[in-house]
């Protein structure tokens, strides 16, 4: 599968620093491999899967077409975005 990020998700890889940013980027590349690996989400989120690094969490949906999209990845203190 390949992984694809939205827009919402790079503006937040770019704000994570370095030695966490690689852990969540090879976390990412597994994704690739083990789409499933996150938990289901529900509520306004169902159809998303959640998976936590290092205090952050990575929201996102695998797609038909083979894709993993990545909706955003954020600090767990930090709200969703709207």
Do not use: N, W
């Amino acid at each position: 599968m390949k992984v694809v990020l939205l827009p919402q998700a790079e503006r937040d890889l770019d704000e994570i620093y370095d030695p966490v940013l690689g852990r969540i980027v090879r976390h990412l590349r597994l994704l690739e491999r083990f789409p499933e690996m996150g938990a289901p989400m529900v509520g306004p989120f169902a159809g998303y899967r959640s998976t936590i690094v290092a205090m952050f969490r990575i929201v996102y949906r695998v797609l038909p077409r083979g894709a993993v999209e990545i909706a955003y990845v954020r600090h767990c203190r930090r709200a969703p975005p709207a």
